[in-house]
């Protein structure tokens, strides 16, 4: 009988400076688009060539919500030095080669609504990849004790979200930075004031009988 062999995605490249000579040592990480057989999140680091390389199966999951999103991003960037670069690609691409060029820092604060900091409240980062907005980490940044977060490392413009702001207690934040404004060594988003989670939303599903649901998801944004 015949076995057939499970797909296999491989990106590989080179990333440089901007002088031309290859930077190694440096992080890269791979954000798949969403699409059947897109691939998964992963991180890697560039060998003493500048080289990378990713492989890894698709996605294994047939079930798809939401709109399609083509584009695969890979973004490297060298703290030491302040660099960054992204590039954008499409499915049936595995040859990405990146320049790093000056990058950029986006920072901010989060208090509540007496000025205090807000220890402990976690940022999600977010930039935009094709028509998705995709995550920057897999988990969110916690803010410092002063309520402070930052980002460094970032390709300059490009448009990013601060796609929530969340802390126990409190209710969330978001915000946005455009591509235009993120042509900079530094961006400051201004301060986050999360207000306190001081009210209850409640009520009963019940069916075209009037009989209640039990287990019923419930939504609310």
Request: net charge positive; glycine share 10%.
């Amino acid at each position: 009988r015949s076995v057939l062999a499970e797909p296999i995605l491989r990106y590989s490249g080179t990333v440089y400076y901007p002088s031309g000579k290859p930077a190694a040592g440096v992080p890269v990480a791979f954000y798949p688009g969403f699409y059947w057989g897109s691939g998964n999140y992963a991180e890697t680091r560039t060998d003493t060539n500048g080289r990378y390389e990713i492989i890894q199966h698709p996605k294994t999951s047939n079930i798809m919500t939401g709109p399609v999103n083509p584009t695969n991003s890979i973004m490297a960037g060298d703290v030491r030095e302040n660099l960054a670069a992204i590039q954008f690609f499409g499915a049936g691409v595995s040859n990405v080669d990146l320049t790093l060029q000056s990058a950029i820092t986006l920072s901010g604060s989060v208090k509540n609504t007496d000025g205090k900091p807000v220890p402990g409240a976690e940022v999600d980062v977010r930039f935009l990849s094709g028509n998705s907005i995709t995550p920057l980490r897999s988990q969110s940044t916690t803010v410092s004790e002063l309520g402070l977060f930052s980002s460094p490392v970032l390709p300059q413009g490009r448009e990013y979200w601060i796609y929530g702001i969340k802390a126990k207690g409190y209710g969330s934040a978001f915000a946005r930075v455009e591509a235009t404004d993120t042509k900079a060594i530094t961006y400051s988003f201004p301060p986050f004031v999360l207000k306190p989670a001081n009210y209850r939303l409640a009520g009963r599903v019940l069916d075209s009988k009037g009989k209640p649901l039990i287990g019923t998801r419930v939504s609310f944004s």
